[in-house]
């Protein structure tokens, strides 16, 4: 039995993806921010990399997303390709929103906040850590809250991003309360007022 393990040992897949974890210190949200950077070791920065933002990155680490990407890879269903989750915090209901306007209650007062520190500090930190001068092109992705604010910059950023994924979003966040008696769910849901009165991008992907 013990050969049989031992024969079955140099069968084990090597993994190509690392996870450079950073902390990414941000005067506009006033704390450090986690963030994990996936990449193939097979790759450098000169390969033309696609990059690929995410929200919520504390949940790629429980997901293993490195296993995920690494299966994707060996499929050669993806290109060169760069992954940075962001960790959110406790503040992540007004960290994600819409940046240009609040829900009824008030949430995503920090939002805005957050669009400043993804474009005048996360995207600068990772071209200088991995000696990157420009990507092949940019997406951004989110589950729920994240999914949402992954959309609003997206879309209101369409020189900047190709695609967003948009993963059980948020699509609900509305500026009047459902319960109020001039609630509309044709107008007064955000997202859905931004691309009905937004402009056409046809480069741009959704998922």
């Known amino acids: ?14 993994s190509t993806v690392v ?18 950077c996936y990449v193939n070791n097979t790759f450098t920065a000169t390969d033309n990399l696609s990059l690929l933002l995410v929200n919520d990155g504390q949940d790629l680490v429980t997901m293993k997303f490195e296993d995920i990407l690494d299966e994707l890879y060996d499929g050669g269903e993806i290109g060169p390709l760069m992954v940075v989750s962001m960790h ?3 503040d992540r209901r007004n960290e994600y929103g819409t940046a240009k306007i609040l829900d009824y209650n008030g949430r995503g007062a920090k939002a805005a ?14 071209r200088k850590e991995y000696s990157i001068t420009s990507f092949k092109d ?23 991003f190709c695609k ?3 993963f059980s979003g948020s699509l609900w ?4 309360d459902q319960d109020d008696p001039e609630f509309n769910e044709e107008t007064d849901r955000i997202m859905h007022r931004q691309v009905q009165q937004g402009g056409y991008y046809p480069w741009l992907k959704f998922f």
């Open 113 to 126: 906040l957050y669009n400043q520190f993804v474009f005048e500090e996360l995207l600068p930190f990772i």
């Open 1 to 14: 039995m013990p050969f049989v393990i031992f024969e079955h040992m140099g069968d084990e897949k090597i």
């Open 88 to 90: 959110c915090s406790a």
């Open 164 to 166: 967003a994924g948009v």
């Open 173 to 176: 966040w509305r500026d009047r």
């Open 138 to 160: 940019k997406s951004f992705a989110g589950f729920s809250l994240g999914g949402l604010c992954a959309l609003d910059i997206v879309w209101n950023h369409p020189h900047e």
């Open 19 to 36: 996870v450079g974890n950073h902390t990414v210190k941000s005067k506009f949200l006033q704390r450090d921010v986690k963030v994990d």
